[in-house]
């Protein structure tokens, strides 16, 4: 492990969606080697240029963390399989859609692939880390590191503990959060966290009050914004993460906390409709 001035010095991504993407940028603007693992040839190319675009965004502004000519290819590369991590890998980030099963699969293939003190870390807004530690045969060095979207401007990681996740592991992870410029909140497992479940009560509300006529979203956002200070209103909110993942969040948290959590018919019917928020140019806002 590094030392606690400095990233990881080689972190692997394993998916590079947006998120995964956001999460190999922050720790390339950091100094780190990263190796983002996409197995589809044309997202792999989409991933790279996205944190291109991001780390010249960054330069442009002067919140790059390194130098502004920094030179992607260098710092940033593309692999197609888990296999190819490289062995001294420090921290490998799993970044795949909210699936246990798939997040299972993948923790345990990079467990194989890196030394055995590297820290395994799931991205996992809402999903079990206990269940997920269960798929590693020395679960003492994972934990969930949940960042937020968008991953380079967030000033946030919610560092999530499972009952066996080894002290060395969260100091670890503590360090490198810093290192990114970014503060941690320590959570212990439980459905949603901290953060999902009180973003995705207010969300959820939000969503039932346009669905009764309240009040039409811009209104209900404007007056979170400005009664609450709240940065984002909640429709909006919902929009940029995401329906589908709004609803995949709700779903998981109905089936684990009760009724409080029930999915609005709303929100089914704008996902079943492809209205997914600003990724599909349409949600409960329309987006360019």
């Excluded at 291109?52 to 692999?79: C, F, S």
């Amino acid at each position: 492990m590094t030392s606690a001035s400095t990233p990881p010095s080689v972190v692997g991504v394993i998916g590079g969606g947006r998120m995964g993407a956001g999460v190999a940028q922050s720790f390339a603007a950091a100094g780190s080697r990263v190796v983002v693992v996409e197995r589809d040839g044309s997202a792999a190319v989409t991933a790279l240029e996205r944190i291109d675009k991001g780390l010249r965004q960054a330069a442009e502004r002067g919140t790059l963390g390194g130098p502004p000519d920094l030179d992607v290819p260098d710092r940033v590369t593309v692999v197609s399989s888990i296999a190819e991590l490289p062995h001294d890998t420090d921290l490998v980030v799993e970044a795949v859609p909210e699936n246990a099963a798939l997040k299972a699969e993948v923790l345990a293939a990079a467990e194989n692939a890196v030394h055995d003190t590297c820290v395994l870390a799931s991205n996992t807004s809402s999903l079990s880390v206990t269940e997920l530690s269960a798929a590693l045969r020395r679960p003492g060095r994972f934990l969930g590191m949940h960042f937020f979207n968008p991953v380079p401007v967030s000033a946030l990681v919610e560092l999530v503990l499972a009952p066996g996740t080894d002290t060395a592991t969260l100091d670890a992870a503590i360090r490198w959060t810093h290192a990114l410029g970014k503060q941690d909140v320590v959570v212990q497992d439980s459905p949603g966290f901290a953060s999902s479940r009180l973003g995705l009560a207010l969300g959820l509300e939000a969503i039932r009050m346009v669905e009764e006529g309240v009040a039409d979203p811009e209104a209900i956002d404007t007056a979170m914004c400005l009664g609450y200070r709240h940065p984002m209103g909640p429709l909006r909110l919902t929009d940029v993460v995401g329906l589908d993942v709004r609803l995949a969040i709700a779903e998981h948290l109905h089936a684990t906390l009760g009724e409080r959590f029930a999915p609005p018919r709303l929100l089914r019917e704008k996902v079943a409709r492809g209205e997914l928020g600003r990724k599909s140019g349409q949600g409960f806002y329309r987006w360019q």
